[in-house]
Antibody, heavy 122, light 105 residues
Framework: EVQLVQSGPEVKKPGESLRLSCKASGYRFATYWIGWVRQMPGKGLEWMGV????????RYSPSFEGQVSISADKSITTVFLQWSSLKASDTAIYYC???????????????WGQGTLVTVSS | DVQLTQSPSFLSAYVGDRVAITCRAS??????LAWYQQRPGKAPKLLIY???TLQSGVPSRFSGSGSGTEFTLTISSLQPEDFATYYCQQIDSPNTFGQGTKLEI
């Protein structure tokens, strides 16, 4: 079964660092883009960026460039989303999702993780 | 960046109704558009990609059309489980989502 399993909920203080994980299984990890999507409380979906694990090619939305870092570890078929200094406005649910086309071509997100709630509060 | 505008933002309907949601792009995106359904507390679910291709396992009452700058998601006969929020997404670099359409009774 193709699936993405995300790490558990996090409660952090402003200024702290954080790394979320997204463990992929059931398919060839290196050959599908995986991305991250933010959903702030009561709001819509925001595309943050994607990574192609095969060569670690990474693309970011201008809104998130420099604010977060996306990486991948092929040895453990896991993608990460990382912050060096959290803000209260980072409070949201974060989803990882796999694109539906194999290879370095853009596609829609057909497989989604269950989401990780991140709460940043002093 | 390409901006997507969905209309309406809210839609009231009844079981059995036929409804349509529109997504307009700020510039032409050919057929690089997808539609998702999100139920409360759940991850989004892919319904349509390439503007009109039905994702495997999605009921045939869902259909997509359009190209260039105007796209439509149509649900031919609403079922109780269809009351949810729907998003369009343009599949270009960088991707963006529309603001969402909440479909309610």
């Amino acid at each position: 079964e193709v699936q993405l399993v995300q790490s558990g909920p996090e409660v952090k203080k402003p200024g702290e660092s954080l790394r979320l994980s997204c463990k992929a299984s059931g398919y060839r990890f290196a050959t599908y883009w995986i991305g991250w999507v933010r959903q702030m409380p009561g709001k819509g979906l925001e595309w943050m960026g994607v990574i192609y694990p095969g060569d670690s090619d990474t693309r970011y939305s201008p809104s998130f460039e420099g604010q977060v870092s996306i990486s991948a570890d092929k040895s453990i078929t896991t993608v990460f989303l990382q912050w060096s200094s959290l803000k209260a406005s980072d409070t949201a649910i974060y989803y990882c999702a796999r694109q539906n086309i194999e290879g370095p071509t853009w596609g829609a997100f057909d497989i989604w993780g269950q989401g990780t709630l991140v709460t940043v509060s002093s | 960046d390409v901006q997507l505008t969905q209309s309406p933002s809210f839609l009231s309907a009844y079981v059995g109704d036929r409804v349509a949601i529109t997504c307009r792009a700020s510039q032409g995106i050919r057929s690089y558009l997808a539609w998702y359904q999100q139920r409360p507390g759940k991850a989004p679910k892919l319904l349509i990609y390439n503007a009109a291709t039905l994702q495997s396992g999605v009921p045939s009452r869902f259909s997509g059309s359009g190209s260039g700058t105007e796209f439509t998601l149509t649900i031919s006969s609403l079922q109780p489980e269809d009351f949810a929020t729907y998003y369009c997404q343009q599949i270009d670099s960088p991707n963006t989502f529309g603001q969402g359409t909440k479909l309610e009774i």
